[in-house]
């Protein structure tokens, strides 16, 4: 079965960075797609970014284009999400998915595409 596990969730000051991993294991199809949503308290997950393994192809919500990078190592099955010049607004619990042969993205990242999900992280901004 598809195990997914997050790390490098925690607490920073506005304008700083933050790096979340996740190590993927246990799929039985050649390629997938692995992604990240997050879900501020009080409002419904929203899909942020997805990579594609079999050609790298990323989706990125407009929200965070030019401030995320998500990247993978496929050696070591893990897929990372590199936080910049992070906000007060993306305080969240971050979850990263996964569904198989390729990210599901048009018109957005729908919760119900992506079958495997881990326990998720928190990220604090604050002062």
């Known amino acids: 079965q598809v195990q997914l596990v997050e790390s490098g969730g925690g607490w920073v000051q506005p304008g700083g960075s933050l790096r979340l991993s996740c190590a993927a294991s246990?799929?039985?199809?050649?390629?997938?797609?692995i992604g990240w949503f997050r879900q501020a308290p009080g409002k419904e997950r929203e899909g942020i970014a997805c990579?594609?393994?079999?050609?790298?192809?990323?989706y990125y919500l407009d929200s965070v284009k030019g401030r995320f990078t998500i990247s993978r190592d496929a050696i070591n099955n893990t897929v990372y999400l590199r936080m910049n010049n992070l906000q007060y607004e993306d305080t969240a619990a971050y979850y990263c998915t996964a569904r198989d042969y390729y990210c599901s993205a048009a018109g957005g990242m729908a919760v119900d595409k992506y079958p495997y999900w881990g326990q998720g992280t928190q990220v604090t901004v604050s002062t």
């Open positions: 246990g799929f039985t199809v050649p390629y997938h797609g």
């Open positions: 990579i594609s393994s079999s050609d790298d192809s990323t």
